[in-house]
Structure formats: C-alpha cells, structure tokens
C-alpha cells in the first residue's frame, strides 16, 4: 500500500513540473550572452570537486582510524 501511494505521489510530482509554462530566465540570458555563464559554471564545479574531496578524505582518515580500533 505504502508504495501505491509513493509510486502515486511521484506520478503527480512529475505531472506537475511538465506541466509549468516555459518561462524565460532573464538573467540567465543576460550571463548566457555575456559568456559568464561559463564563470557560473566553472564555479559551481570547483565548490562540488572540493566538497567531494573533502568528504573522499574525512572518509579514508574515519577508516583508518576504525581500523586501528
């Protein structure tokens, strides 16, 4: 029953996002014609590949120290 119900939530979730209008973003035009989108985008990917070496090394250190235990 609980996953009728999940299957079905996320049937009208998925209805509800296709059916917003297409909606032109202004300031993503403006980055778009100004070639900074790709600042944008470049820093976003920076941030993310740092997060995840952080974590990839806070995790190694956790089982390194867990098997010394």
């Known amino acids: 029953m609980k996953k009728l119900v999940?299957?079905?939530a996320m049937i009208?979730?998925?209805?509800m996002?296709?059916?917003q209008p297409g909606q032109d973003v202004e300031m993503a035009d403006a980055l778009r014609s100004?070639?900074?989108i790709y600042v944008v985008v470049g820093t976003i990917?920076?941030?993310?590949?740092g997060l995840a070496f952080y974590l990839f090394r806070i995790d190694r250190r956790l089982r390194k120290i867990e098997k010394e235990k």
């Open 12 to 15: 009208l979730c998925f209805f």
């Open 45 to 49: 990917v920076i941030v993310f590949a």
């Open 6 to 8: 999940l299957l079905t």
């Open 34 to 36: 100004s070639g900074k």
């Open 17 to 19: 996002v296709h059916a």
